[in-house]
């Protein structure tokens, strides 16, 4: 995998779902991550039918053994990390999404 990378939590449905395809569509390497495995595979369908890239998994962000395990893999085959969206909370803190993951993404959107 190559190019820019996003990790996304709660990527099953939802607004965790519409990030994953926006970023997908513009190139990014996406992981998504969610309880809802059916979800997931309708995301995998849909990415990988318009050509882009993405690692899906079964994750509770409740437990933070499978949070590190799923970002060190995600990490490990994109080869980097660019943004998180954490459409549900990381164990360690309710929420690491917020004011830095926007100013990323919108570095990567408006080419500033």
Partial sequence: MTGPSVFITGGAAGIGRATALLFAARGFQVGAYDID???LSRLVGEVNG??????????????????????????????????TDQQRGHPARRSVRGAGAVRT???YFSGS
């Fill in 105 to 107: 993404a919108n570095k």
């Fill in 37 to 39: 495995e059916v979800g």
């Fill in 50 to 83: 318009t050509g882009g890239l993405i690692r899906t998994g079964v994750l509770d962000v409740t437990n933070a053994t499978q949070w590190a395990e799923w970002l060190a893999e995600f990490h490990g085959a994109s080869g980097r990390l660019d943004i």
